[in-house]
Antibody, heavy 126, light 107 residues
Framework: QVQLVESGGGVVQPGRSLRLSCAAS????????MHWVRQAPGKGLEWVAV????????FYADSVKGRFTISRDNSKSTLYLQMNSLKSDDTAVYYC???????????????????WGQGTLVTVSS | DIQMTQSPSSLSASVGDRVTITCRAS??????LNWYQQKPGKAPTVLIY???RLQSGVPSRFSGSGSGTDFTLTISSLQPGDFATYYC?????????FGPGTKVDMK
């Protein structure tokens, strides 16, 4: 079945780095655009970053731009999020999510996140 | 950036009630609007995409409507498994943005 499994979370001190991974299975990973979304404890959802299926285009939320890098290894069906210069505000559960699309006449008519991984908790604290 | 707002932020309802949640975008997003359900400790799951299209496997008591800036999620008859938090999300342009959520709890 289609599955995303995140790993790499943990407790890290402010200013340090961490790399998250998201292992995909059950679908042709190399053909899908992938995202990271996070959720601070008790808070709502915040989109973090996106990477096109071939890795050519990447976009970031302003809150992480310049500190986080999204990447992928299509040969390993794995998505990554390199997080540098971590701050306490980065404390959150990080989810990877596949962008699913509906095409109409060769044009993307709709996109949504499905599925999501189970999430991995990152705690930034001294 | 497109700001998404939701109302109410929370509501209390009983099994069998009709529940309506509204979502508003700060600018027109056509129908690039999705609804997600999230239960405590779990990842969100999509209910509605493209404003009104029901995701496969989602019960028909869920429905969505709207276009432009104003959208609605309706649960026609609330069931015990529907007590959760609901988020709208725009996929019109990056940065992608979510509404703040609506928590539906038991009256």
């Amino acid at each position: 079945q289609v599955q995303l499994v995140e790993s790499g979370g943990g407790v890290v001190q402010p200013g340090r780095s961490l790399r998250l991974s998201c292992a995909a299975s059950g679908f042709t990973f190399r053909t899908y655009t992938m995202h990271w979304v996070r959720q601070a404890p008790g808070k709502g959802l915040e989109w973090v970053a996106v990477i096109r299926y071939d890795g050519t285009n990447k976009f970031y939320a302003d809150s992480v731009k310049g500190r986080f890098t999204i990447s992928r290894d299509n040969s390993k069906s794995t998505l990554y999020l390199q997080m540098n210069s971590l701050k306490s505000d980065d404390t959150a559960v990080y989810y990877c999510a596949r962008e699913t699309i509906a095409m109409v006449g060769g044009t993307i008519a709709a996109n949504w996140f499905d599925p999501w991984g189970q999430g991995t908790l990152v705690t930034v604290s001294s | 950036d497109i700001q998404m707002t939701q109302s109410p932020s929370s509501l209390s309802a009983s099994v069998g009630d009709r529940v309506t949640i509204t979502c508003r975008a700060s600018q027109s997003i056509s129908t690039y609007l999705n609804w997600y359900q999230q239960k405590p400790g779990k990842a969100p799951t999509v209910l509605i995409y493209d404003a009104s299209r029901l995701q496969s496997g989602v019960p028909s008591r869920f429905s969505g409507s709207g276009s432009g800036t104003d959208f609605t999620l309706t649960i026609s008859s609330l069931q015990p498994g529907d007590f959760a938090t609901y988020y709208c999300q725009q996929f019109y342009i990056t940065p992608l943005t979510f509404g703040p959520g609506t928590k539906v709890d038991m009256k």
